[in-house]
């Protein structure tokens, strides 16, 4: 993914338009189907109740986010860091808006921050990696309404 001023907002603010920081990479997966099985005594195989009321269930999905710091010196490096990576504790069940899906958006809840100094210029800047853990479902931003 080329570097561009798309990103993230949560809880009203944005990655780019707050923040001033280029969205780098994302990876947004798809949940996993859970499987709801059972074995009997003395059968052969397993049943499967994981349609039993009609429709799958499914397991959470990561969004994770990489953005590129790059300040004229450590502190405002650092300041810059610190001040995304406290925005990002704030999404507990929040609304996520990734610019990249603009029809939808995720409800999730912050998991982690990484980051990496660059290799290059170490002292101003680096890579910071945000991963955030969300219901299976997108919802539409028209509808409320759940798709996978």
């Not at 780019?16 to 859970?34: I, M, N, Q």
């Amino acid at each position: 993914m080329t570097i561009s001023k798309m990103g993230v907002e949560i809880d009203g603010k944005h990655s780019y338009t707050d923040f001033g920081l280029y969205l780098a990479d994302r990876k947004v997966t798809l949940p996993e189907r859970r499987a709801v099985t059972a074995t009997v005594p003395f059968m052969s195989g397993y049943y499967d109740f994981s349609g039993l009321y009609g429709e799958a269930a499914y397991d959470s999905r990561q969004l994770i986010y990489t953005f590129d710091i790059l300040e004229d010196s450590p502190e405002e490096a650092e300041a810059v860091m610190n001040a995304l990576t406290a925005w990002a504790m704030t999404a507990q069940e929040s609304r996520i808006y990734d610019d990249a899906d603009p029809d939808y958006y995720f409800v999730g809840s912050y998991t982690s921050a990484q980051y990496t100094p660059d290799s290059e210029l170490p002292e101003c800047g680096g890579e910071l990696v945000l991963t955030f853990t969300a219901q299976p479902y997108r919802y539409s931003r028209t509808t409320d309404e759940g798709v996978i």
